[in-house]
């Protein structure tokens, strides 16, 4: 009875393990200001829209989540609302990396919070395993199950990627579980030249 006891104990409050610990929920915040501030800075010709061009390169995040498509301020401030409302827990999340055609391996990969949630998401990092794929994040310095829904940017580290893979990243993810969607998988097939 009293192995039961402590079996329980620790299943429901954790044994001091930072092995498997939730991402905390993002601190809250107001969906209508970021998008109003995001809005500002990259809706360069005051249309109302954010248009690919506008985001490419300096919001990859919201260029991911647009799907080739313009987005109105009311369509960012609700995408904003539905990251404030997903799972406490995170969204399981896997990334898939090649380059050349080729799994990258050993490739230390960061999500990137956007600019515009500073202070809300925190940065997760995990390394590609010989297939090219990510699925254990660190947030903090804890192991998460999940990646907190949001924009990031992606970056990587290994030696001979280009820039624009790391430091001057263009590539963009939305962490955000649809209907009965289990895992986000992001995809990306990178170039060497």
């Given amino acids: ?51 690919v061009s506008e985001v490419v390169t300096a919001s990859p995040g919201i ?22 409302t997903a799972v406490a827990s995170g969204t399981p999340a896997a990334i898939y990396l090649t380059l050349d055609d080729q799994p ?34 660190t947030v903090g310095d804890s192991k998460a199950v999940g990646v907190s829904a949001g924009l990031y940017r992606i970056k990587m580290e290994k030696d001979g990627l280009p820039a624009k893979y790391n430091t001057a990243t263009t590539l963009g993810c939305e962490v955000l579980a649809s209907g009965r969607e289990g895992e986000v998988g992001i995809y990306h097939k990178l170039k060497s030249q």
Avoid: H
């Fill in 63 to 84: 260029a991911a989540m647009q799907k080739g498509k313009p987005i109105t301020l009311a369509e960012f401030t609700a995408k904003l609302e539905a990251y404030k």
């Fill in 1 to 51: 009875m009293r192995w039961l006891m402590l079996f329980l104990a620790c299943s429901f409050l954790g044994c001091g393990s930072k092995e498997a610990t939730i991402d905390a929920k993002p601190a809250e915040f107001d969906a209508p200001t970021i998008a109003k501030a995001a809005f500002a800075s990259f809706d360069k010709n005051n249309d109302g829209t954010l248009s």
């Fill in 104 to 137: 990258l391996a050993d490739a230390k990969v960061t999500l990137e919070p956007e600019p515009f949630f500073a202070g809300i998401l925190k940065p997760a990092t995990g390394t590609t395993d010989a297939t090219g794929r990510v699925n254990d994040w």
